[in-house]
């Protein structure tokens, strides 16, 4: 929803059937993350979208991604030998 730009609680909360206070938790882990960021306009908070941390994520993934076929298609062969 961030990519897009930046967006109030309300809003971000408005689509999900969570509590506010759900929806709060989750907010505060994505800005202790770093993946957020939040300012205050009024009495409403506005979170705005970090996407740099992430892309620590991506680098070490992509790295791995190299051995991931031939592992997921010796599980596969596994399984089917289970059934």
């Known amino acids: 929803m961030l990519r897009c ?3 109030g609680a309300g809003e971000i909360a408005r689509p999900f059937r ?6 709060s ?8 993350a770093g993946l957020v960021t939040v300012r205050r ?6 979170y705005s979208l970090r996407p740099e941390p992430l892309r620590d994520v991506y680098d070490w993934v992509e790295h791995y991604r190299t051995f ?9 062969k596994f399984l089917d030998q289970e059934e």
């Open 18 to 23: 969570m509590s506010r206070p759900a929806i």
């Open 5 to 7: 730009g930046q967006l």
């Open 68 to 76: 991931w076929p031939a592992k997921l298609k010796a599980l596969g």
């Open 25 to 32: 938790q989750h907010l505060g882990v994505l800005r202790r």
């Open 41 to 46: 306009r009024g009495r409403e908070q506005i």
